[in-house]
């Protein structure tokens, strides 16, 4: 799932912009603590590994000022984060972004930024590099998010509780992706029009979550496929975020359930 800022990546000129951002919000006496130990390079680095993470929004969210999202104890006041909110915002403009754009990329960028600050001042472990990544690191790194799961025998996981629903966990090695996947089960006393009702109106208005039609051998299920590649290691923060708004969006499907034909998929 593409976003803008996967999009302004491939574009030469995006490095110079982030780092006339950098550099304007270092001059400034108000905000030049915001990037105390974040350096440039590292904030481009993060750009380019982590806006798999990111997810889209409303267009209304997208009209809303971006909210700090770092560690709290990081947090710069109100005020301040508004003017590097501006900064950016200024720089996009001097770079002609366009104007419809320029209030997402705001979001997208400064959500990857929060994250490299926060990593930045972090005490403690906050990403699992290549190397570690497997099942038992990723049931751990739940745990310790407050997310109850359970490594499968097939070293798939499922989430019990700490999310809205339930979901799975693939580590696909050879692709170096994680492929998360919501799936709900359909009664076998289910109409075609009621699936088709259910279908049509979870997948209305373009969001996170598009479900599609999968039937196995047996039972008939509703799913979602995401992929999030991981060769440059998975942010803590912005995985487990990832995994509760999947896990929020996917549990909408059961509210266009009129007919009470779907049940919630234990396999």
């Excluded at 915001?34 to 390079?41: Q, S, V």
């Excluded at 770092?70 to 770079?95: C, T, Y």
């Excluded at 290549?130 to 025998?153: A, D, F, G, Q, T």
Aim: glycine share 2%; hydrophobic share 35%.
């Amino acid at each position: 799932m593409n976003n803008l800022l996967h999009a302004y990546l491939k574009d030469q000129n995006f490095e110079k912009i982030i780092s006339d951002f950098h550099d304007e919000v270092k001059n400034s006496d108000l905000v030049k603590h915001y990037f105390l130990a974040a350096k440039k390079e590292i904030i481009l680095r993060d750009l380019k590994k982590y806006h798999h993470y990111l997810m889209p929004k409303s267009e209304y969210d997208y009209a809303q000022a971006p909210l700090p999202s770092s560690k709290s104890d990081i947090q710069i006041p109100g005020s301040q984060f508004q003017e590097v909110i501006q900064i950016l915002g200024n720089v996009f403009r001097k770079n002609k972004i366009p104007a419809r754009e320029v209030s997402q990329l705001l979001h997208e960028v400064l959500e990857i930024v929060e994250e490299t600050r926060s990593q930045c001042n972090e005490t403690e472990v906050s990403t699992l590099d290549l190397v570690e990544i497997n099942p038992e690191k990723i049931y751990k790194l739940l745990s310790r998010n407050r997310i109850v799961s359970e490594v499968m025998p097939s070293k798939a996981i499922r989430t019990e509780k700490g999310l809205p629903f339930p979901i799975w966990i693939y580590t696909d090695y050879e692709n170096k992706k994680l492929v998360i996947r919501g799936k709900i089960q359909i009664k076998e006393t289910a109409m075609q029009e009621d699936i088709s009702k259910i279908l049509e109106k979870s997948n209305s208005k373009a969001g996170f979550v598009n479900v599609k039609l999968e039937q196995d051998t047996g039972p008939q299920y509703l799913v979602d496929n995401h992929s999030i590649p991981f060769n440059d290691g998975i942010p803590i923060r912005l995985f487990t975020r990832y995994l509760r708004r999947f896990s929020m969006d996917f549990n909408q499907v059961f509210n266009n359930d009129e007919n009470d034909v779907l049940n919630l998929a234990t396999s």
